[in-house]
């Protein structure tokens, strides 16, 4: 299985709204990772998970918050969010183990603030 | 031809012909790199990589080719076909197990 699945695929949310993006992954990875897009732009990393722990946060605002409940799961919870956060949000996982290598990137979020 | 778009550099061929997509990374002390294939709609697909200690690296109908003198990458489709239409990205690491993404390449293929 070399599959990183997400969901929802689309999601609409109001600013007032809590709402929780879902990522999974079955190859044993201990790396994940949250990027956002715009369109026509490349992704921007936000958060990466390393063995469970946060080990890195691209300085995002604490509207967007991380969890990492087991090695296989990401979650990224959202609150407070703003139009100018509709994006695509893309969850990816790595082996994460010693060099950089390969992320498997999953098919995405598509999120609208309205 | 190439031209630059208001956005996205866009690559226009004809199928069949072989394409070239460039990319110009910039930090010197990078190690890997790699190309993804974004199609639309999707998440970015992997295509190729290739460590510092390499100069090419040759996959199905894909070539990498790495200049670490002049900090440039290609990325070299042979026979190119209409689903190879996408979005090509470039990538390096930057350092914490980390990618940098380039700013990306569309591609168009016409029949």
């Known amino acids: 299985d070399t599959e990183v699945t997400q969901t929802p695929k689309h999601l609409v949310m109001g600013m007032t709204n809590k709402k929780s993006l879902k990522c999974e992954q079955h190859?044993?990875?201990?790396?994940m990772y949250w990027y956002k897009q715009k369109a026509k732009k490349p992704p921007e990393l936000m958060f990466v998970?390393?063995?469970?722990?946060?080990?890195i946060n691209e300085s995002v605002p604490s509207r967007f918050s991380p969890e990492c409940p087991n090695s296989s799961l990401l979650n990224l919870h959202l609150h407070a969010l703003q139009p100018e956060d509709s994006a695509l949000y893309l969850c990816?996982?790595?082996?994460?183990?010693?060099?950089?290598?390969?992320?498997?990137f999953g098919p995405g979020t598509r999120l609208t603030v309205t | 031809g190439e031209s630059v778009g208001l956005h996205l550099p866009t690559l226009s061929v004809q199928e069949g012909d072989n394409s070239i997509i460039n990319c110009a990374y910039s930090n010197s002390a990078s190690d890997y790199f790699i190309w993804y294939k974004q199609e639309s709609g999707k998440g970015p697909q992997f295509i190729i990589d290739?460590?510092?200690?390499?100069d090419k690296r040759q996959g199905q109908r894909v070539t990498v080719l790495l200049n670490k003198t002049v900090k440039h990458l290609s990325l070299q489709i042979a026979a190119t076909q209409p689903g190879d239409s996408a979005v090509y990205f470039c990538?390096?690491?930057?350092?914490?197990?980390?990618?940098?993404f380039g700013k990306g390449t569309m591609l168009l293929v016409s029949p």
């Open positions: 290739i460590r510092s200690n390499m």
């Open positions: 990538a390096e690491n930057s350092g914490y197990s980390t990618l940098t």
């Open positions: 190859m044993g990875h201990r790396a």
């Open positions: 990816a996982s790595s082996h994460g183990q010693g060099t950089v290598d390969e992320q498997y």
């Open positions: 998970y390393s063995y469970e722990k946060l080990s």
